[in-house]
Each structure stands twice: as structure tokens, then as C-alpha cells.
């Protein structure tokens, strides 16, 4: 037999073995490019956010009141540029 060809059969019996081996450890064997496969399941999403009655008639008031002091302070300055 020729050398190479011995070194080729040795380089497939060791492939086949660590595969092997892979299979009874549960351990993955990186085979070339790609992204690998993940041994953890799917991560849960987390829950989505709710805000409760309360909390939209606060944030509610809060856009008024700010609304208010800003069509306050327009009207305080096109008063004083017509004064002008």
C-alpha cells in the first residue's frame, strides 16, 4: 500500500471515531464553516409590559399640564411681538 493512502484511511478511522465519541458524550464536533447549533432550547421571550389605568391617567394629566404651559408661553410671546 502506499503511504498516503495509509494516512488517508488512519485520518478517515480517526474522523469516524470522534464523531463517535461526540455522539456518546453529547458533545458537538465543530465540521467546518458555519454558525453551530445550540445545545440550550429556544430562549423564552420575555413578557410584554403592560401599564395599568393609573399609570396612563398620570402620564395623561402630566401631557396636559405640559401642554398647557407650552401654548401659555406661545401666546405670552406672540402677544409681546405684536406690542412691538
Known sequence: MDTKRIIADIDT???????????LSNVAIK???GRPKSNQSQVAKPKKR??????RAKIAAAMKARWATA???KTV???AATKV
Do not use: C, D, V
Open 13 to 23: 478511522e480517526i474522523s469516524k471515531l470522534q464523531q463517535a465519541r461526540a455522539l
Open 31 to 33: 465540521k467546518g464553516p
Open 50 to 55: 403592560t401599564m395599568s389605568a393609573e399609570g
Open 71 to 73: 401654548k401659555a408661553t
Open 77 to 79: 410671546t406672540k402677544k
